[in-house]
Nanobody
Framework: QLQLVESGGGLVQPGGSLRLSCVVSGFILDYYAIGWFRQAPGKEREGVACISSSDSTTYYPDSVKGRFTISRDNAKNTVYLQMNRLKPEDTGVYYC?????????????????WGRGTQVTVSS
């Protein structure tokens, strides 16, 4: 059974850090791009990071570039999202998503399996 299970969310003050983890099962992590999306209340889901399977090329939108880092450990079937210098606007539910191929894509429809999400709240 294919699964993606996120962990590591929580409440953090502005300027703080969190590391999210995504443990995958039911497929070979080496063969697929993996992304992180987030959804804030009342807003659409947006991609915040992606890492390709071929050469681990990474992609970030301008809103998180320089603050977020995605990485993967294929041996542990785990993908990480290190989030630094967090802002209140980073608040939302963060989802780990499996791409349908090797390469990253900005399109939400290019990801075929989603985890249940983990809540990140940035507030003082």
């Amino acid at each position: 059974q294919l699964q993606l299970v996120e962990s590591g969310g929580g409440l953090v003050q502005p300027g703080g850090s969190l590391r999210l983890s995504c443990v995958v099962s039911g497929f070979i992590l080496d063969y697929y791009a993996i992304g992180w999306f987030r959804q804030a209340p009342g807003k659409e889901r947006e991609g915040v990071a992606c890492i390709s399977s071929s050469d681990s090329t990474t992609y970030y939108p301008d809103s998180v570039k320089g603050r977020f880092t995605i990485s993967r450990d294929n041996a542990k079937n785990t993908v990480y999202l290190q989030m630094n210098r967090l802002k209140p606007e980073d608040t939302g539910v963060y989802y780990c998503v499996k791409g349908n191929g090797y390469y990253c894509s900005p399109g939400i429809h290019d990801y075929d399996y989603w985890g249940r999400g983990t809540q990140v709240t940035v507030s003082s």
